[in-house]
């Protein structure tokens, strides 16, 4: 199935939502930096955090998210730009811990002291930023309380990224429902009871029309205008050139000692993993 969002808001235009499937993408950001599945359910996590946030940009933007923790994690770190490009790595993908309660112990991973950073590129100069300290290390608590706290957006979140048994990711996906002025204090109290009530996320998202039936099953008879639907993919934004660039940028001789003593130059991108070999600067 392919990875998608769909965005919808009710007909008086107080509350909107978003609901996405990344199974895909997730599962080709764990290969590439081979993740154990404690790091892969985070990292799932986090990256459909990312999706759901850049949908919610204009065009031409980009957000950040950096989850920092005191766990054997260290940090989550993934962007999203607006068309829907997703990437993100975590900081050591190699950590595991015990599952608690038969469930991938992602809080734990993380760590309950940090912090989440969210930076936006809105294209004016200087982006936007904003942190607040870890709520739950759950991921998507912790980005649901950031938008009541930093940006005074009523939000409910909702994160799943679930395993197969070969250890690869067999459901990603989420969901993002806001409540916008003129506040409806009653819609808003029977979605919070509905969400209460679903069942499990991921099974609700591994339908062939998953995101279309989630926001189905949390709004019911809610009546909901659909604002479109939106390709999500995993994808980078390095290259050779701008990669140069930063090399550039840097002190010539220190880069001239590294090329004389090893031939060359080599840059290894923090998101996608790939290498990039320079033996000239």
Sequence with gaps: MEDYLVRAVTTAGNVRALACVTTGLVNEACRRHGATPTASVALGRALTAAALMGALLKDRQRVGLKFEGNGPLKKILVEAESWGGVRGCVGEPCAALPPVDGRIDVAGALGRAGFLTVTKDLGFG??????????TSE??????YYLAESEQIPSAVGLT??????GEIAVAGGFLVQSLPPADESLIGRLARRIESMGALADLLAGPTGPEELLHTIFGDIV?????????????N?????VR????????????AIIAEQQAVEVV???CKTSYRFDTV
């Excluded at 990224?161 to 070969?166: D, G, I, K, M, R």
């Excluded at 660039?245 to 001239?256: G, I, Q």
Aim: a neutral charge; aromatic letters at 8%; one cysteine or more.
């Design 126 to 135: 200087k982006p936007y930023q904003g942190m607040v300290r870890l709520y």
């Design 139 to 144: 991921i998507g608590e912790d980005l649901a």
């Design 161 to 166: 990224a679930v395993l197969s048994p070969t």
């Design 224 to 236: 909901l205008t659909g604002l479109g639907r939106q390709a999500l993919c995993f994808q980078c």
């Design 238 to 242: 390095c290259g050779r050139e701008k």
């Design 245 to 256: 660039r930063v090399l550039a940028a840097m002190d010539r001789s220190e880069l001239e």
């Design 269 to 271: 991108c923090e998101f």
